[in-house]
């Protein structure tokens, strides 16, 4: 099927229903369908059809909407690209891609422009807004009132989505995701949790990250609910929602539920309307899931993804009792496994890397036929995360296969000192890393962000480590700094860390 048939089915079905709320008004699901056809008209007209790459770049909104959905019924390929992106990132993603179209706003453009507009690819270049900047068109001047756009009649292989993804090294491969891999997805995530006709999904994650495309965008229009949407996450603005809100829904990173815990540490909300909760994107710590779940009265179901599998692969299951610190078990379609370096399952209990299969797994990354064969090798997608499953099938996650620490031999997993950092009053976040050693190989180093009103010094923090994890595992190396750098769905980005001079090595 056709991802878009996820919107004209609630658009028939309730066509008066707000689909999305923004700070600039809201729109019907009828008036977001007929909205789509009119692009796809106008888009089609101009020459864009099936398996044209088009680069759609912007913040969160109704016209990022629009355009991802008309793109869908035309049968044309989407490639949504973080806006916040600078020239040599999108040098390479427009040149990998080929992409022969760009879509974007126009205050958004200070990197990109230059390269779209004198980059003969591009066939079509076009910004929001009723005046184009030099070089590109209007995109409200294509909207054509034709009726309904013939949807694009979409293969179970046919792609719909290029998802370019940052890896740990090397440059950012592009993932190719179906119709099939999307649509299967959404409806899968969103049959698995009990919502109501009313309920309203916070939308707090960027919509050009497969995590805010899946379980917000797709599976939110896929049930009919409504959408509060912002261009970004802001704080203040979320935690008056769920107080003021009848009924919501948040799904997030733990970045954002480790901020409004804090915000709900200082000064409580007077209601939670909140119903339920889903953390993906990076492992929740366990602390900042109970400080989470007691300030708002609220299960948090934490789940588990990736670009490569449209990203929902592993969740605790909705209804059932939820294991914190683990992301649960396999989807309905998906199975799991966690083997060694030969693939071979290893004891339960036993770490291993941890391997997935199902309906949402990539078609391949593009060009990359190679990395694709790795990848997907014995018909497994290959997490490079290692993981653990109990008696009862629950996995937890226990580091990144490439962020493993060995020290004098001994393997640390910087993951299991992380959730004894938080723990600490006076850590607010943090990331824990191995830094090289001229004996030892690697030393643990752990770099963090303190809160203010609770003094703490690095000696302090390493006998508090040092208490709870054996000798080998306790951080040496202890700094405190401002910040961490994190990507925009917040995780934290542990490569881009330096250890600064200032701090104590204890």
Same mark, same amino acid.
């Given at each position: 099927?056709?991802?878009?048939?996820?919107?004209?089915?609630? =658009?028939?079905?309730?066509?008066?229903?707000?689909?999305?709320?923004?700070?600039?008004?809201?729109?019907?699901?009828?008036?977001?369908?007929?909205?789509?056809?009119?692009?796809?008209?106008?888009?089609?007209?101009?020459?864009?059809?099936?398996?044209?790459?088009?680069?759609?770049?912007?913040?969160?909104?109704?016209?990022?909407?629009?355009?991802?959905?008309?793109? =869908?019924?035309?049968? =044309?390929?989407?490639?949504?690209?973080?806006?916040?992106?600078?020239?040599?990132?999108?040098?390479?993603?427009?040149?990998?891609?080929?992409? /022969?179209?760009?879509?974007?706003?126009?205050?958004?453009?200070?990197? =990109?422009?230059?390269?779209?507009?004198?980059?003969?690819?591009?066939?079509?270049?076009?910004?929001?807004?009723?005046?184009?900047?030099?070089?590109?068109?209007?995109?409200?001047?294509?909207?054509?009132?034709?009726?309904?756009?013939?949807?694009h009649e979409a293969q179970?292989?046919? !792609?719909?989505?290029?998802?370019?993804?940052?890896?740990t090294t090397g440059l950012?491969?592009?993932?190719?995701?179906?119709?099939?891999?999307?649509?299967?997805?959404?409806?899968?995530?969103?049959?698995?949790?009990?919502?109501?006709?009313?309920?309203?999904?916070?939308?707090?994650?960027?919509?050009?990250?497969?995590?805010?495309?899946?379980?917000?965008?797709?599976?939110?229009?896929?049930?009919?609910?409504?959408?509060?949407?912002?261009?970004?996450?802001?704080?203040?603005?979320?935690?008056?929602?769920?107080?003021?809100? +009848?009924?919501?829904?948040?799904?997030?990173?733990?970045?954002?539920?480790?901020?409004?815990?804090?915000?709900?540490?200082?000064?409580?909300?007077?209601?939670?309307?909140?119903?339920?909760?889903?953390?993906?994107? $990076?492992?929740?710590?366990?602390?900042?899931?109970?400080?989470?779940?007691? $300030?708002?009265?609220?299960?948090?179901?934490?789940?588990?993804?990736?670009?490569?599998?449209?990203?929902?692969?592993?969740?605790?299951?909705?209804?059932?009792?939820?294991?914190?610190?683990?992301?649960?078990?396999?989807?309905?379609?998906?199975?799991?496994?966690?083997?060694?370096?030969?693939?071979?399952?290893?004891?339960?209990?036993?770490?291993?890397?941890?391997i997935v299969q199902g !309906?949402?797994?990539?078609?391949?990354?593009?060009?990359?036929?190679?990395?694709?064969?790795?990848?997907?090798?014995?018909?497994?997608?290959?997490?490079?995360?290692? $993981?653990?499953?109990?008696?009862?099938?629950?996995?937890?996650?226990?580091?990144?296969?490439?962020?493993?620490?060995?020290?004098?031999?001994?393997?640390?997993?910087?993951?299991?000192?992380?959730?004894?950092?938080?723990?600490?009053?006076?850590?607010?976040?943090?990331?824990?890393?191995?830094?090289?050693?001229?004996?030892?190989?690697?030393?643990?180093?752990?770099?963090?962000?303190?809160?203010?009103?609770?003094?703490?010094?690095?000696? +302090?923090?390493?006998?508090?480590?040092?208490?709870?994890?054996?000798?080998?595992?306790?951080?040496?190396?202890? /700094?405190?700094?401002?910040?961490?750098?994190?990507?925009?769905?917040?995780?934290?980005?542990?490569? /881009?860390?330096?250890?600064?001079?200032?701090?104590?090595?204890?």
């Amino acid at each position: 099927m056709n991802l878009a048939q996820l919107l004209t089915d609630s =658009a028939a079905r309730r066509p008066d229903h707000p689909a999305i709320i923004s700070d600039h008004g809201q729109v019907t699901y009828s008036e977001l369908d007929r909205r789509t056809d009119a692009l796809a008209w106008g888009l089609h007209q101009r020459g864009l059809g099936p398996g044209d790459i088009t680069v759609l770049m912007m913040p969160n909104s109704v016209a990022w909407i629009t355009a991802y959905y008309a793109l =869908a019924k035309l049968g =044309a390929v989407v490639l949504p690209v973080n806006f916040l992106y600078r020239t040599e990132e999108l040098t390479h993603i427009f040149q990998d891609s080929g992409a /022969r179209a760009f879509i974007g706003r126009p205050d958004h453009l200070t990197y =990109a422009g230059p390269l779209v507009v004198d980059n003969p690819q591009f066939h079509l270049r076009l910004t929001t807004g009723q005046e184009a900047p030099e070089g590109f068109e209007s995109l409200e001047d294509l909207f054509l009132d034709q009726g309904p756009f013939p949807v694009h009649e979409a293969q179970d292989h046919d !792609p719909f989505a290029i998802i370019y993804t940052s890896g740990t090294t090397g440059l950012a491969k592009g993932a190719m995701l179906t119709h099939h891999n999307l649509a299967s997805n959404a409806r899968t995530v969103a049959d698995m949790r009990y919502t109501e006709p009313h309920d309203i999904c916070l939308g707090v994650l960027p919509l050009f990250h497969i995590y805010g495309q899946t379980s917000t965008l797709n599976a939110g229009l896929y049930l009919g609910l409504t959408i509060r949407l912002w261009e970004h996450f802001e704080a203040e603005a979320v935690f008056l929602a769920i107080q003021e809100a +009848e009924s919501t829904i948040l799904i997030a990173v733990p970045t954002i539920f480790n901020r409004l815990a804090e915000m709900a540490g200082q000064s409580p909300p007077a209601r939670s309307s909140l119903r339920f909760c889903v953390s993906g994107g $990076a492992s929740l710590p366990v602390e900042v899931l109970r400080r989470f779940e007691k $300030a708002f009265g609220v299960i948090i179901y934490e789940g588990y993804g990736l670009t490569e599998c449209s990203p929902v692969c592993v969740e605790n299951p909705y209804g059932r009792p939820t294991k914190p610190g683990s992301i649960g078990v396999p989807i309905p379609g998906f199975e799991a496994r966690i083997v060694d370096d030969q693939d071979r399952d290893v004891p339960l209990g036993h770490v291993g890397e941890l391997i997935v299969q199902g !309906p949402g797994v990539m078609k391949g990354y593009l060009h990359q036929p190679q990395a694709t064969e790795a990848a997907l090798r014995g018909g497994w997608l290959h997490t490079g995360d290692l $993981a653990r499953q109990d008696e009862d099938g629950y996995i937890y996650i226990v580091d990144r296969k490439k962020e493993l620490i060995i020290r004098g031999g001994y393997n640390v997993y910087p993951r299991e000192i992380e959730e004894v950092l938080y723990g600490h009053p006076a850590v607010m976040e943090c990331a824990v890393m191995g830094v090289p050693h001229p004996d030892l190989g690697e030393e643990v180093a752990a770099v963090m962000v303190r809160r203010s009103d609770v003094p703490a010094t690095p000696e +302090e923090i390493r006998d508090y480590v040092k208490a709870r994890v054996a000798p080998y595992k306790y951080p040496r190396i202890i /700094r405190f700094v401002p910040e961490l750098p994190k990507t925009n769905t917040g995780k934290i980005l542990k490569r /881009r860390i330096q250890l600064p001079e200032t701090g104590a090595s204890v």
